[in-house]
Structures are given as structure tokens and as C-alpha cells.
């Protein structure tokens, strides 16, 4: 019956005596409530993300056909874009065309505007002509040839321009009367009549469409710099039996 201790409520008789220790009756166990000592809380933790498995790209033929046609045109478009040449601005002059017996003279106006019988480099025109054996009243023959002919518009007015107006100017003129020879004075009228720079003074030119001509430095020229009138009367002395011919 697991019973540990037995003790009889009388003395039972003939029975050994009780031993005292079990007589005392131990007092029942308390049990004391101990509040547990306080914990820090501990830091929530994020909730964790579920781990994405990487996506495996399968490479697609048509993919790379595309990639490899667009790739020309982007470096098509990469390429630096040629920057392109500045416009020539239109020269500047002022040339008088003029006729003494049968030679025509192109004349760089020094100023700009038309010959007065008292200008300087009129009065050396004048000299130069009697010096070749020429009336020296020159005919004036239409008005002074200006370029660019236009202030504003989107016409051509440059370099090769200018040349095609001044040599059709000067080719009408000629069919109205003959011509034993061009005089070109100044650099406008021997660039863009006769196709030729400064090196070219004092010297004969072939024209296509105008014959000879004689390129002769600008008359504002040969004021400020009387040493190249040496130069001048030398090509003057061979080329004056053109016009002497022509004029007997």
C-alpha cells in the first residue's frame, strides 16, 4: 500500500517502544513565489525577405542579331560630325571701266566712289596715258562696278562669283566695240578679271573670252610706292606696239 511510516493512535501492548523522531510531525513546505529578474527586451529583427533565386537569362538568337544591327548605328551616331567650313564673306571693291582709243581700262577706284578730273590718282591715269601714246581724256563707259552688288539676300556673292560677274561684264563690252588690249589696274580688277594675284604686275595675261590683258599695280599704289613706275614704263615700252598697230 507504499505506506512509509505507521503509527498507532494507542499503545499497543507487548509493542516496542515508539521512537521519538517519528513522533514529530515536520511542517509543511512553503513555496515562495520569486518574481523572475527583468530581461531586456530584445531588438526585433526584421522580418527576413525570402531569398529570390537569380533568374537564368537563356540568350535568344534574334536577341543577338538585334544588339548587332543596332550596334553600326550607334556608332554611327558616336562619330564626331564634321563641322563645316565657314563661309567666305564677299569681297569688296569698286572698279570703273574706261575706254581710250582702242584699249579698255579696268580701274580699281582707290576711294571707292567715281574719278574727278582734280583727283590725284586720276591725274596719274591721265599721265600714264599720254606716256603710252593714248588720248588722255578717257571715255567713261557705264556706271563704277560694285560688289557685292547686294546689302542683304541669299544670293552668291563670293570669290567665284564676283569673277564670272566682272569677266561677263567685260566680255558685253567688248562685243560692242574691239579691243587691242585690257589694261588691269589694281589687284580687284586683275583677280577677278584677269584670275591672277600681284605677282602677276606688269606682266601679260592670256583671257579666256577677253584676249590680252596687262596686269599694272593700283593707281593708290604707285603714288605711295613711285619706285615700281620704273617697272610700270618697262612692261609699257614692249607691249605699246599692240595698240600703236591698231591704231594706224
Known amino acids: 500500500m507504499q505506506v512509509v511510516n505507521w503509527l498507532p493512535r494507542t499503545e499497543l501492548p507487548f509493542a516496542a517502544p515508539s521512537r521519538p ?6 511542517e509543511p513546505e512553503v513555496e ?10 530584445a531588438p526585433v529583427q ?12 537563356v540568350p535568344r538568337p534574334t536577341a543577338v542579331v538585334a544588339r548587332a544591327a543596332v550596334k553600326p548605328v550607334e556608332d554611327a551616331e558616336e562619330a564626331p560630325v564634321a563641322a563645316k567650313p565657314a563661309p567666305v564673306p564677299p569681297p569688296r571693291f569698286a572698279l570703273q571701266l574706261l575706254r581710250a582709243g582702242r584699249c579698255l581700262l579696268l580701274v580699281e577706284l582707290p576711294t571707292g566712289e567715281s574719278f574727278q578730273s582734280r583727283d590725284p590718282a586720276y591725274l596719274l591715269l591721265k599721265d600714264m596715258l599720254r606716256a603710252a601714246g593714248l588720248p588722255d581724256a578717257p571715255q567713261i563707259i557705264g556706271e563704277p562696278v560694285r560688289w557685292p552688288l547686294l546689302v542683304r539676300g541669299t544670293m552668291d556673292q563670293g570669290p567665284e562669283a564676283a569673277r564670272d560677274f566682272v569677266q561677263g561684264f567685260l566680255s558685253v563690252r567688248m562685243e560692242e566695240a574691239p579691243c587691242a588690249c585690257l589694261w588691269l589696274i589694281g589687284l580687284p580688277a586683275v583677280r577677278f578679271a584677269g584670275e591672277a594675284d600681284a605677282e602677276a604686275f606688269n606682266s601679260e595675261l592670256q583671257i579666256e573670252g577677253l584676249g590680252l590683258a596687262w596686269a599694272i599695280p593700283g593707281l593708290e599704289l604707285l603714288m605711295e610706292e613711285p619706285r615700281r613706275k620704273a617697272a610700270v614704263w618697262q612692261a609699257m615700252r614692249r607691249l605699246m606696239a599692240r595698240w600703236k598697230e591698231s591704231n594706224e
Open 32 to 41: 515562495l513565489a520569486i518574481a523572475p529578474a527583468p530581461q531586456a527586451e
Open 46 to 57: 526584421p522580418a527576413a525577405r525570402p531569398v529570390e533565386r537569380p533568374k537564368v537569362e
Open 21 to 26: 523522531e517519528l513522533l514529530d510531525m515536520p
